[in-house]
Nanobody, 124 residues
Framework: VQLVESGGGLVQAGGSLRLSCAASGRILSSYSMAWFRQSPEKEREFVATINRNGGTTYYADSVKGRFTISRDHAKNAVYLEMGSLRPEDTAVYYC??????????????????WGQGTQVTVSS
């Protein structure tokens, strides 16, 4: 599976961004998907995850109520809608895939595939 993130950029605090993660090489519908983020000198941090059929989602407390994860099987893609952005949301955002597709995990080492990341910068 190859994962490619897009949609990052520079936004002012309070603004919104939508990240996309497109997959090639394998159909994502068999996998649970997640978004993680990493800022300099920090470990990779869990953001949100969604199971295979989209019926179960789980969020980090720091983004709950502001971010929404979703997926589109027809487009073989996963999305992260980010609202009410804060400077502390600044990081490189990565999408990741884990098998089997009913897995809900916040642990980066458990994920099978990763994208290359997209930078999100929130200015104050």
């Amino acid at each position: 599976v190859q994962l490619v993130e897009s949609g990052g950029g520079l936004v002012q605090a309070g603004g919104s961004l939508r990240l996309s993660c497109a997959a090639s090489g394998r159909i994502l519908s068999s996998y649970s998907m997640a978004w993680f983020r990493q800022s300099p000198e920090k470990e990779r941090e869990f953001v949100a995850t969604i199971n295979r059929n989209g019926g179960t989602t789980y969020y980090a407390d720091s983004v709950k109520g502001r971010f929404t994860i979703s997926r589109d099987h027809a487009k073989n893609a996963v999305y992260l809608e980010m609202g009410s952005l804060r400077p502390e949301d600044t990081a490189v955002y990565y999408c990741a895939a884990i098998f089997p597709g009913n897995t809900i995990s916040t642990i980066p080492d458990e994920y099978n595939y990763w994208g290359q990341g997209t930078q999100v910068t929130v200015s104050s």
